[in-house]
C-alpha cells in the first residue's frame, strides 16, 4: 500500500469516527440540558412545598377543549363514504372548492394563485403539501404529472 492511499484511508477513517462522535456529543448536550431544566424545576417545586411535605399552592389546570391540529389530532382525516368536507379547517374546504370548481386537473400552482397567494416557491410548496395530504387521505386525485382532481 502506498503512502497516498493509507493518507486517504486514514483521513476518511478519521472523518466518519469524528462525524460520530459529534452526533454523540449533542445527544448527551440534550440530555445534560433536559437534566438541567428538571433540576430547576425539581428546585421550585421543593421550595414550594418544602421538599413535599406541604401542598404546592398550585392550582390544577382548567381541561383544554381541542381543535383539529392540537394533540395529535389530523386536520385532514381520512375520508370514508359519506363524510362531508364540513369535517375539514376552513382553509382545507376552500382548497376543495378550488379543486372541484376547476375544469381539469390542477396544479398546486394554480391553487395558489386562486388562494391569493404569489407563485414563489415559498408560497407554492405549502400549497402542494396540503394537496397532498388531501390525496393522501382520499378527499382528491393525484396524477402521476403532479396535478389534482377531484375522486
Known sequence: MDVLTWTVERRMHLAERAELLRKELAGIEVEVARLEAAEVVFGQWAEATDGGRQPSGIIEPE???AGPGAGGMRLVPDRVEGMGV???TPEYRRIMEI???SDGPVMAK???VALGRDTTPAKVEPVRGQLRKLADRGWISRTGAGRYLTR
Request: aromatic letters at 0%; charged letters at 15%.
Open 86 to 88: 364540513e369535517v375539514l
Open 99 to 101: 379543486v372541484v370548481s
Open 110 to 112: 394554480d391553487v395558489a
Open 63 to 65: 381541561p383544554v377543549v
